[in-house]
């Protein structure tokens, strides 16, 4: 009996969980009367997917019984939320996949399965789904934790948010994550702060915006923190305007207050003293001069000239040097328009600071081999291209021989006497000409004939070198010379009759040159107007004294930091001679006897490198100036250790270290107690 009791009932549940269909004519639908009781959640699920036709995999932590009934007939789709109702009653969740695949899993585990990411309120139901929120006007780590205490944590739903891109990302059933997203889009408006532009007719937006915030941060101290952000004032010199901003009750007293404060001065003139900071005075007035021309010009122009009369205003514009300031008067309004151009005009202005690497690189190989022939008496071959001429050599040699003259004298009786005498040498013009000598010379003499060999072989190198820093203000010219001046003679002038005669010398600058004007663009970058030259003096002629010279002048645009190259390759020369005697000096192997062969190569490079580099505050030149003191320290410093030779008891100049503070002399009171303890140690 037992047995067959419990068959009929699960008989009844099953029947009365049974699909109710409807139908009529020429309208197909499906509707479903819900009833269980008792029954265990995967036969409940098993029923629910055969009903939809889907396809539910059961997680096997989902147990237990449940008891549901419906009095309704309800549609598909309302049968589809009855059983997502009925498994959020018991703590279990639905997760649909890709494939169209639900899962069933308890609603804790949800929020690590692949829940689907969705725009809008798309579902609204007790799905669990995951949705992105973007928020313009609050933050998201101060919404975040409001949002955490509405969510369902416990049966899975989870709020994060993403600071960087300010956005929220909710996850929970849909029905939950909609009615936070509502709540996001309401809270987000009420942050919305409009902005309201305010055009001023007489006032200064800057002078306006510095009251109003004088205001509102005394105001702000008696009240301490609103609920809501203070509002906000922004001055916009270039039309005159204060930009408003804050909420519709903040914006509107702010405005009256600007309003009212927004009047034209009683007076029809004044006169202002104004302190420049970094423009010179004097180089002003005549900018200033001519703006206020052009204002004028401009309203006689369009007709305004309701003020006075229309008769010209007075505008007067000078300047005191000493205290560097403007001393201006002219009425309110041109008053504003000339404050608003010095306020412009005078502003600190970017330096640049300019590295350059001036590389020079020589290179001079020559080579001499000639052969001359000589006789006592001063006769043989000679060849000027750089051997020492032979027959001057002979004629030396001759003059440098001690020599025996015979001579003959008669005597009072008639008688003829001869006598011999002995003339020593002249050794000067020989040394002269071996003192002139370059490389080796060697010969042979034989029966009063010689033969003289010259071998010649010269290697020029050098190699110059210059790392000038130059530091100038933008639009400002820069010049550095390493070098020496020059005398050049410019004219001869002779009084009368050839008396006192006297020359005219000008100097010139010989070295190392560089002149450079930086101009700073817009963004980072900077035109360069470049000079640079190197000189040296080459040598004298009959004239005067020769100077090479090379010189680049040029306009480049390079970015702040880059490295910009100049010059190159600047000439290579290779150069051959021959003097030989004709047909003699062609005959083979012995033609080199009655020939001189001279080579020669120059090869020179001149290259320049530039780095600009923009200096806009005084912490990045202090920087700058820190780094170079602190090396030629270094430099200091290694010389002391090295020592000095030859004394070993001195020490060489070191700058002291670098310090930032400015540090004032002693008073006459701690010189006067430094010294006294200075005795006392002493004795």
Request: hydrophobic share 40%; glycine share 8%.
């Amino acid at each position: 009996m037992g047995f067959l009791r419990q068959l009929k009932c699960r008989i009844w549940v099953v029947a009365a969980a049974s699909l109710v269909l409807t139908s009529s004519i020429g309208i197909s639908a499906a509707e479903y009367s819900p009833n269980f009781k008792d029954t265990e959640i995967s036969e409940f699920i098993n029923i629910v997917g055969k009903n939809l036709q889907k396809t539910i995999i059961v997680d096997p932590n989902v147990r237990g019984k449940i008891s549901v009934r419906s009095y309704d007939l309800l549609t598909e789709e309302q049968y589809y939320q009855f059983f997502l109702n009925v498994l959020q009653v018991y703590d279990f969740a639905v997760v649909e996949m890709p494939s169209g695949i639900l899962k069933v899993v308890r609603s804790k585990d949800a929020k690590a399965s692949n829940i689907p990411v969705v725009e809008g309120a798309l579902m609204n139901g007790d799905e669990f789904i995951t949705r992105v929120v973007p928020v313009y006007n609050v933050p998201v780590r101060e919404l975040a934790p409001i949002l955490r205490q509405l969510n369902d944590q416990a049966g899975g739903g989870n709020v994060v948010s993403h600071d960087p891109s300010n956005v929220m990302m909710l996850t929970g059933r849909a029905a939950v994550v909609n009615r936070l997203v509502e709540i996001i889009e309401r809270v987000d408006r009420a942050g919305d702060e409009e902005v309201e532009i305010v055009k001023l007719k007489y006032a200064s937006a800057s002078e306006m915006v510095r009251i109003i915030d004088s205001i509102n941060k005394s105001q702000g101290k008696q009240a301490g923190t609103g609920a809501k952000s203070d509002p906000r004032v922004v001055a916009d010199d270039r039309t005159n305007s204060v930009i408003v901003s804050g909420d519709v009750k903040a914006r509107q007293r702010l405005i009256n207050l600007i309003t009212r404060m927004d009047q034209e001065l009683e007076s029809n003139g004044n006169t202002r003293v104004l302190f420049l900071n970094y423009a010179k005075a004097e180089d002003l007035v005549k900018v200033l001069q001519g703006v206020s021309a052009s204002i004028q010009a401009e309203e006689q122009g369009s007709g305004n000239t309701s003020r006075r009369g229309g008769a010209d205003r007075e505008v007067s514009i000078d300047s005191h040097e000493d205290s560097n300031a403007l001393v201006i008067t002219a009425e309110p309004d041109m008053m504003r328009s000339l404050e608003e151009v010095i306020r412009r005009l005078d502003v600190r202005r970017a330096q640049v600071q300019v590295e350059a690497i001036i590389v020079e690189v020589f290179e001079g190989d020559g080579t001499t081999l000639g052969v001359q022939l000589v006789s006592e008496q001063g006769g043989g071959t000679q060849f000027t291209n750089g051997v020492t001429p032979v027959g001057a050599l002979g004629v030396a040699l001759y003059q440098a021989e001690d020599r025996e003259v015979t001579r003959t004298t008669t005597t009072a009786n008639g008688q003829v006497v001869e006598s011999t005498d002995t003339i020593e040498g002249n050794l000067t013009p020989l040394a002269n000409l071996l003192g002139g000598a370059n490389g080796l010379i060697a010969g042979i003499i034989d029966n009063g004939w010689g033969a003289v060999v010259q071998a010649v072989s010269t290697d020029t190198n050098s190699n110059i070198l210059a790392t000038p820093h130059l530091t100038t203000m933008d639009n400002e010219e820069a010049f550095f010379i390493v070098g020496q001046e020059v005398p050049i003679i410019t004219g001869t002038t002779t009084g009368n009759n050839n008396s006192n005669p006297f020359q005219t010398v000008d100097r010139q600058e010989v070295g190392i040159k560089l002149k450079v004007t930086p101009q700073i663009n817009e963004g980072d970058a900077v035109q360069l107007l470049i000079e640079q030259e190197v000189s040296s003096v080459s040598g004298a002629t009959s004239v005067d004294i020769s100077i090479n010279k090379r010189e680049i002048k040029t306009t480049v645009i390079v970015d702040d930091g880059g490295t910009i190259v100049l010059g190159g390759l600047i000439d290579e020369d290779v150069q051959e001679s021959v003097s030989k005697v004709p047909l003699l000096g062609d005959i083979p192997i012995l033609g080199h006897l009655f020939k001189t062969t001279s080579t020669s190569k120059r090869k020179r490079n001149l290259m320049v490198f530039l780095r600009p580099t923009i200096v806009r505050d005084g912490a990045t030149m202090t920087n700058i100036s820190h780094g170079k003191y602190n090396y030629i320290r270094a430099q200091q410093l290694k010389r002391q250790s090295e020592g000095v030779p030859l004394m070993p008891n001195t020490k060489g100049p070191i700058i002291p270290e670098w310090n930032d503070k400015l540090a004032l002399p002693p008073t006459y009171d701690q010189y006067l107690m430094e010294k006294e303890k200075a005795e006392k140690e002493q004795d």
